[in-house]
C-alpha cells in the first residue's frame, strides 16, 4: 500500500513538473490501475468508477487511460488488451513483462540490455521504433512451486 501511495505522489510530482494536469478522474483511474492485483481491463475499471461515479462512461475512463499511457504512468499489455501500473514512473522507459499463465501475475522487469538490443536490431533493418512492449509468458515461481 505504501509503495502505491508512493507511485501516486511521483506521478502527482511529475505531472506538476511537466505541466500536465492530473484531474480527479485520472487520478482515481491510476489509483485502481495501481491497486489492482493484476492486469486491469477499462471496462473493469469503468465498473469501479461507475460506484463512485454513476455518470461515468466509456470515454471517460478511455481518456483517462490514454493521458496515463501517454505519459508512460501506465502500461498496456498488448495481448491481454488490458493495463497495468508502471512502478518506474520517473524513468522513460519501454515495458518488458513477465506474465504467469496461471495466475495472471505481471512482473515488470526493466533491462537496459534488452532494450539497447531492440534499438540495434530496429537500425539495423532501418527501422524506426515508436514503442515496444516485450510480453514473455510462462509460470511463476509461486505456481510452480504449486
Do not use: W
Not at 490501475?33 to 478511455?62: F, S
Not at 496515463?68 to 518488458?96: D, K, T, Y
Amino acid at each position: 500500500m505504501e509503495e502505491q501511495t508512493e507511485v501516486v505522489r511521483e506521478i502527482e510530482s511529475q505531472c506538476q513538473e511537466r505541466g500536465l494536469r492530473l484531474t480527479p478522474t485520472r487520478k482515481r483511474v491510476l489509483e485502481m490501475v495501481i491497486a489492482a492485483d493484476g492486469p486491469v481491463k477499462a471496462y473493469d475499471l469503468l465498473d469501479q468508477l461507475k460506484r463512485e461515479q454513476p455518470n461515468a462512461a466509456p470515454p471517460t475512463v478511455y481518456r483517462a487511460l490514454e493521458f496515463l499511457l501517454q505519459n508512460h504512468f501506465i502500461h498496456r499489455l498488448e495481448s491481454l488488451n488490458a493495463f497495468v501500473s508502471c512502478f518506474h514512473p520517473c524513468h522513460q522507459h519501454q515495458g518488458q513483462f513477465l506474465i504467469c499463465e496461471r495466475c495472471q501475475s505481471v512482473t515488470e522487469i526493466h533491462d537496459a540490455s534488452i532494450q539497447k538490443l531492440l534499438a540495434e536490431a530496429s537500425a539495423k533493418h532501418q527501422f524506426r521504433a515508436r514503442r515496444q512492449v516485450l510480453e514473455i509468458y510462462g509460470t511463476c515461481r509461486d505456481c510452480r512451486d504449486q
